[in-house]
Every structure is written in C-alpha cells, then in structure tokens.
Nanobody
Framework: QVRLVESGGGLVQAGGSLRLSCAAS????????MDWYRQAPGKQRELVAT???????YYASAVKGRFTGTRDNAKNTVALQMNSLKTEDTAVYYC???????????????WGQGTQVTVSS
C-alpha cells in the first residue's frame, strides 16, 4: 500500500508563485508515473501535469509555461512549481501515483488527500 501526502498549498496573489510537494510512503515496491490533478468546486477534476519515472513531463495547455513538475525518485517525491499564478488556478490540487504497494501487487493509482491553492486577484 502506498500513501501520498501533498503539502505547500495556500493563499497567494495573482502573479505569485507556490511550490507544491507530494511525498509517497508506505510499502512501495515501485512507482511509475506521478501526476498532479486539480479540482475546483463544481468542476471536474483535471489533469495538470504528469512526470514519468524517467523524468519526462507533460502539461495541460492551461498551465504550460507556468508550471514545472519535478521528481526525486530517491526520496519518492514530486513537486509542482507554480509561477505566474492566475485566479483560475484556484483549486484543490491532488497528486497521484501509478505504483505497486508490493512486489506481487498490481499497479494501482493512488491518490493524496489534496492541498488547497487559492489565488486572489
């Protein structure tokens, strides 16, 4: 079983920056892709960024050029550096991981509890 915990959310003024972190713990056998999602109230959860095990990144068009995902495999962490924040970036941000919680366990998508990001005008 894998546990994910996000941190770093908060209140920031438009144009400012925040750095989110996500730490994986538990009985980790392997982690493949790690993702950042976000969800605003009344809206569907959307994929923001993907960071592969090899460090390749993919971004939603809405955040491309402003957000940067990084990964530290040795520490089982991922981060999302968010710059030039806009009010429309306001959401709960979640990290997820495609991971195995044991050597004989199937790959499963795990989710963190989320961290609130609020961008004020």
């Amino acid at each position: 079983q894998v546990r994910l915990v996000e941190s770093g959310g908060g209140l920031v003024q438009a144009g400012g920056s925040l750095r989110l972190s996500c730490a994986a713990s538990g009985n980790i056998f392997s982690i493949n892709d790690m993702d950042w999602y976000r969800q605003a109230p009344g809206k569907q959860r959307e994929l923001v960024a993907t960071i592969t095990s090899g460090g390749d990144t993919y971004y939603a068009s809405a955040v491309k050029g402003r957000f940067t995902g990084t990964r530290d495999n040795a520490k089982n962490t991922v981060a999302l550096q968010m710059n030039s924040l806009k009010t429309e970036d306001t959401a709960v941000y979640y990290c997820s991981a495609d991971a195995k919680g044991g050597r004989d366990s199937p790959t499963f998508q795990y989710w963190g509890q989320g961290t609130q990001v609020t961008v004020s005008s």
